[in-house]
C-alpha cells in the first residue's frame, strides 16, 4: 500500500522560505508536488520522473526546487522568495508512471496535505 505524508507546512512572510517533505513506501514511483488555494483548482508545482528528471511549473520556476533522497524514503519541495499567492494547501503525489508530471489527473495516491501561508 502506498502512503505519503507531507510536513514542513507552516506561515512565513513574504520572501521567506520553506522545505515542504513527503515521506512515501514507494520509492520507485514518480512524484509530484501541488497545490490548492481556496476556491481554486489544483495546480501542479513540480514533478520527479523515475530517472531523476524534473518539471517545474512556470509559476514557481526559478524558486522552487523538488528533490528526493531514496534512502530516507522522502521527496523535498525548496520553497525560496514566496509570495502570498503561493498560499494554499500542498499535497504530495505518487503513480508508476506519469507522462507530464504536473497534472493531478495522471496521480493515484495523494498524501494528506500541508498548508503553507505567506503573508505580506
Known amino acids: 500500500q502506498v502512503q505519503l505524508v507531507e510536513s514542513g507546512g507552516n506561515s512565513v512572510q513574504a520572501g521567506g522560505s520553506l522545505r515542504l517533505s513527503c515521506v512515501y513506501t514507494?520509492?520507485?514511483?514518480?512524484m509530484g508536488w501541488f497545490r490548492q488555494a481556496p476556491g481554486k483548482q489544483r495546480e501542479g508545482v513540480a514533478a520527479i520522473q523515475r530517472d531523476g528528471k524534473t518539471r517545474i511549473a512556470d509559476s514557481v520556476k526559478g524558486r522552487f526546487t523538488i528533490s528526493k533522497d531514496n534512502a530516507k524514503n522522502t521527496l523535498y519541495l525548496q520553497m525560496n522568495s514566496l509570495k502570498p499567492e503561493d498560499t494554499a494547501m500542498y499535497y504530495c503525489?505518487?503513480?508508476?508512471?506519469?507522462?507530464?508530471?504536473?497534472?493531478?489527473?495522471?496521480?493515484?495516491?495523494w498524501g494528506q496535505g500541508t498548508q503553507v501561508t505567506v503573508s505580506s
Open positions: 503525489a505518487s503513480d508508476i508512471w506519469v507522462a507530464g508530471g504536473l497534472d493531478a489527473s495522471e496521480y493515484m495516491y
Open positions: 514507494a520509492s520507485s514511483f514518480c
